[in-house]
């Protein structure tokens, strides 16, 4: 799953499973929690409003961007790592709402997350050490938790959307993966949705 403000609400739903119905119960009934939902639709949708800095993945010895967040799959899995994730990235710019830039490659059809850094809006991120939500980790993690889409924009950009990662490019290379796995790869010229 490749992580779009979409997500955001995929967590939101998925905390309201966890709530005791006496915690959702005093929101409200019927409409209140309709407008709550159709608000938080609408924040989630605009927290995106401003282009954001890509993960990069190595390819061919050459760093490039990735429109795909596989770490915040991770999170989403593992809500109780956030608060690790909270120690480091403490800066919210508009350009990183996530806070955080991991760096990526493959090897052997394999997806690795190489580095985490924390506030990518800073002249000089702090790295994170893989240990800290990977303990024994003393080198780059296989991405076993992850199963979706890579998607790596080549060539120029043919229109500049300042939102999430929505700018149109000439190529997109898109792997599919299958826990950490690389199962396929293809080329297209259209943005993969």
């Not at 980790?137 to 938790?145: F, L, Q």
Request: hydrophobic share 35%; net charge positive.
């Amino acid at each position: 799953m490749t992580s779009t403000p979409n997500t955001t609400i995929h967590l939101f739903v998925k905390n309201l499973r966890f709530l005791p119905s006496g915690d959702f119960q005093r929101y409200g009934s019927g409409m209140t929690r309709a407008f709550l939902f159709a608000l938080l639709l609408l924040v989630t949708r605009c927290s995106y409003a401003t282009a954001q800095i890509p993960e990069l993945i190595e390819l061919d010895g050459v760093e490039q961007s990735l429109f795909s967040e596989p770490f915040t799959i991770y999170l989403v899995n593992n809500q109780s790592e956030i608060s690790k994730l909270e120690k480091f990235a403490q800066d919210v710019c508009t350009g990183s709402w996530r806070r955080y830039q991991g760096r990526w490659f493959i090897l052997d059809k394999k997806l690795y997350l190489r580095s985490l850094a924390a506030n990518p809006c800073r002249e000089s991120p702090e790295q994170i050490p893989l240990s800290i939500f990977f303990p024994g980790a003393t080198g780059p993690v296989h991405a076993e938790w992850y199963t979706g889409k890579l998607v790596v924009p080549r060539g120029k950009r043919l229109r500049y959307v300042h939102m999430g990662y929505e700018s149109e490019f000439e190529q997109y290379l898109v792997f599919t993966v299958q826990d950490g796995l690389i199962t396929a790869q293809e080329e297209s010229s259209t943005k993969p949705k």
